[in-house]
């Protein structure tokens, strides 16, 4: 099965920048489509942004949208989420998915997760 693994999160003032990584077993990155979702506490994960390295789609949440940007390197297979003007209101666990086909934006659409990774925006 697909291992996802996040990183790259950790405490950030708003205005601030973070880049989180998520390596992917085997040749994800090519094969699949890979989606960037959060989730704070006590609420349901909302999706982030979605890549497909195949056919170089890429769509993004409204709440994000000029701000973040999704990107991938197939030979580190690794997706990348830039995340730049940040805002408290972005404090989240980030999660990293992989879905067989298309570009879905929810979360029913992914087939495999990672762990997550922790992002703090302080104001």
């Known amino acids: 099965q697909v291992q996802l693994v996040e990183s790259g999160g950790g405490l950030v003032q708003a205005g601030g920048s973070l880049r989180l990584s998520c390596a992917a077993s085997?040749?994800?990155?090519?094969?699949?489509?890979m989606g960037w979702f959060r989730q704070a506490p006590g609420k349901e994960r909302e999706f982030v942004a979605v890549?497909?390295?195949?056919?170089?789609?890429?769509y993004y949440a409204d709440s994000v949208k000029g701000r973040f940007t999704i990107s991938g390197d197939n030979a580190k297979n690794t997706v990348y989420l830039r995340m730049n003007s940040l805002k408290p209101e972005d404090t989240a666990v980030y999660y990293c998915?992989?879905?067989?086909?298309?570009?879905?934006?929810?979360?029913?659409?992914?087939?495999?997760w990672g762990q997550g990774t922790q992002v703090t925006v302080s104001s």
């Open positions: 085997g040749r994800t990155f090519n094969t699949y489509t």
């Open positions: 890549i497909r390295s195949s056919t170089g789609s890429i």
């Open positions: 998915a992989a879905s067989r086909s298309g570009l879905p934006t929810i979360t029913r659409g992914y087939d495999y």
